[in-house]
């Protein structure tokens, strides 16, 4: 199932808008909703803020098209406050941080499967490894230090185990580059997976750094510190996979198609039905936004805007558990071989990685499931 | 042993007394505004009420893991027990303790940081009250299982716990915070878990499950000793005594007549009333 994005012209942006109660829709339900709601809601927040930051930039450097700029970006600001106000109170930060890591997960193996470019392909895999072993180490701290089973977030749909150890992928900041994709021959998958890669690394690392503070516990927020230089790399390395000779209205047309993308393929999968009245509403906008754009870039470029993206989406995302994939690349996927100075000066003083999650195996119903320590070697140093 | 009980005078900034002149310009020009009438907070409060009117539940609890458990609850219904909420308050309580577990650990971390005071707890006071916490939630997984739960389940009551604890865990685990505050934040957890114990007392009696009760009792007797023991280490503390006495244990109730028992009683005492009746009659 795929969607026309010349013939399917979306709602008018004139017509888009919302009231104050609008933007604050019930939130989905931590316990009896699916995981890939979760997933969904976090992944489209991701390609909304990765908007807003591109429309931001394209702002201050073409004043030909701020008027434009600001009556999109008016529209999918509210669509990131609907969306953000989805998550529910009851999850906390750190759950929110589990969740982010499950969608890096699964959306990215989704893509990585259905990428054409071996070359992307390899740079969504090796990434793959890195946010399994984020959910491992996230998963740990929220078991040890609250007691909880991050499965009751997670629902068996991904594994909890080690991945490629975070405290070994610090490299140095030239070392997150890739080589990008041609404008002109790449698949308009390759272009949508690049972009929502690089969202959603952009969206968890501000996340992880906004939320750090919540915590009262020093290893937790140093945890999160290294976290979200992982998901900083992850961001360069994926904002270099888009052809830098795109212009700006060229990028514009992907991020609306982008979305476009995302909304369709989480309304083709939604279990929650008062959700996927959303999605659907939200595709519709986005078509309407994209239009918009391709009308503005065809007068401005005088170019045909098929030569940026494709008549024919490619297929949904799939929502889904990746897991036996997943464990493939963990087993045949080789190390990655980056200097080791900058690994060792960010690990001078010990990796908060490491010392979290030192022996952690997740258990069903938690790791204190397990036989417990004697506790007069509790804390002991 | 620290002094870090002792809250010190330093440059707390938070009140007007340090900012006079400041605050004074704040109100000069705004002075016609302020008035000795009470707010109105209705608007709030009426938004609010639709919200609360239009909400769906938080969420549910998970159904029985087999066969045996819809017969369980069947006969937990007929028992007059509400096997949802026992259910629920079980998960509660499964997921308090396991908390609690990670709580005490953190307190142990902070009696290692920074030691005991005087009348304090001592580390084996403390190792000694985790593990009682950690053999409470083993307890209630097996409570849970034999009720056919799934104990790896989080109730919506169970949830809501976990909301309310996390600024238990943000007090315990700031390096910042002394041994007593410590001690204080955790007689929040110690009181509620009192409470809770007492609710699976009730709601294991109205369900006719004896052992259970039995059980829970026990963990309440627990539960009421930590709580003591915690109020006299935090009276003291606060060099202060405790003039407040634990809560006097309900006497224990008589042991729960079961259903069959019940009706074959009442049948009793009618066949009893007819032959009375007829003995009366043939006089």
Not at chain 1, 100 to 108: D, L, P
Not at chain 1, 111 to 121: G, K, T, Y
Not at chain 1, 243 to 252: G, I, S, V
Not at chain 2, 266 to 280: G, L, N, Y
């Amino acid at each position: 199932m795929t969607l026309d994005l010349w013939s399917e012209k979306g709602v008018p942006l004139e017509r888009q808008s919302f009231d104050w109660r609008e933007l604050v829709e019930a939130p989905y339900s931590k316990l009896d909703d699916d995981a890939f709601t979760r997933v969904r809601v976090l992944m489209l927040g991701a390609l909304e803020a990765g908007s807003a930051r591109f429309q931001g930039m394209c702002g201050c450097m073409n004043a030909a098209y701020q008027r434009e700029l600001a009556a999109v970006r008016r529209v999918e600001h509210h669509q990131r406050t609907l969306l953000a106000n989805l998550c529910p109170a009851d999850q906390s930060p750190l759950e929110t941080a589990i969740g982010f890591a499950q969608a890096s997960i699964e959306v990215i193996a989704s893509m990585a499967i259905a990428e054409p470019d071996v070359e992307l392909q390899n740079v969504y895999r090796s990434a793959l490894l890195e946010n399994l072993d984020q959910l491992y180490r996230s998963a740990a701290l929220y078991d040890r230090l609250e007691g909880k089973d991050p499965n009751t977030l997670i629902q068996s749909y991904t594994d909890i185990l080690q991945g490629r150890a975070s405290a070994g992928v610090h490299r140095a900041p030239h070392e997150d580059l890739h080589a990008p994709y041609d404008r002109a021959t790449a698949s308009p998958a390759s272009k949508l997976h690049a972009s929502i890669a690089a969202g959603l690394a952009e969206q968890k690392r501000d996340f992880l750094l906004s939320t750090s503070a919540t915590f009262g516990d020093p290893l937790a927020r140093q945890l999160f510190a290294e976290l979200s230089s992982i998901d900083e790399q992850q961001a360069i390395g994926f904002a270099s996979l888009a052809d830098p000779r795109e212009t700006w209205l060229e990028k514009w047309l992907l991020h609306e198609a982008c979305e476009v993308y995302g909304y369709f393929s989480a309304a083709s999968s939604e279990t929650n039905a008062r959700l996927r009245t959303w999605w659907e509403k939200f595709t519709d906008f986005e078509l309407g936004q994209f239009h918009l754009v391709k009308e503005l870039f065809e007068r401005v470029e005088n170019r045909d805007a098929a030569e940026v993206i494709a008549h024919v989406l490619p297929e949904p995302i799939r929502f889904e558990s990746h897991r036996s994939y997943v464990r493939q690349i963990l087993r045949d996927e080789p190390e990655n071989h980056t200097t080791s100075a900058y690994r060792r000066r960010m690990n001078e003083q010990g990796s908060p990685s490491e010392t979290i999650a030192a022996g952690y195996v997740w258990t069903p119903g938690g790791e204190l499931q397990r036989p417990r320590p004697r506790s007069e070697t509790v804390g002991r140093i | 042993m620290s002094d870090d009980n002792e809250i010190k005078v330093g440059t707390n900034r938070t009140g007007i007394a340090l900012a006079r002149e400041r605050t004074e310009a704040m109100i000069g020009d705004t002075e016609d505004l302020l008035t000795d009438q009470p707010a109105d907070l209705s608007a709030g409060d009426k938004a609010r009420v639709e919200f609360c009117a239009s909400a769906e539940p938080l969420g549910s609890v998970a159904p029985p893991t087999c066969f045996k458990g819809l017969a369980k609850t069947s006969s937990l219904q007929s028992a007059g027990c509400r096997p949802r909420l026992f259910m629920d308050k079980l998960g509660e309580r499964l997921a308090f303790e396991k908390s609690g577990t990670r709580l005490y650990e953190a307190l142990l971390v902070k009696h290692d940081a920074l030691g005991s005071f005087p009348g304090g707890p001592t580390r084996e006071e403390l190792e000694e009250i985790l593990e009682e916490e950690a053999e409470h939630y083993r307890m209630l997984q097996s409570a849970i299982e034999s009720l056919a739960g799934d104990p790896t389940a989080l109730t919506p009551s169970a949830d809501l716990a976990g909301v309310a604890a996390r600024g238990l865990f943000a007090v315990l685990t700031d390096p910042r915070t002394s041994l007593l505050q410590c001690l204080e934040t955790i007689l929040v957890a110690e009181m509620t878990d009192n409470d809770g114990w007492e609710t699976l007392v009730e709601l294991s009696e109205l369900a006719g499950e004896r052992a259970l009760r039995e059980t829970f009792m026990q963990a309440r007797a627990d539960e009421a000793d930590h709580l003591q023991r915690v109020r006299g280490w935090i009276a003291v503390g606060q060099g202060r005594t405790v003039r407040r006495v634990v809560r006097e244990l309900p006497p224990m109730p008589a042991a729960p007549v079961s259903r069959t028992a019940r009706i074959a009683a009442s049948r009793a005492r009618s066949t009893r009333k007819k032959t009375t009746k007829k003995k009366a009659a043939r006089r």
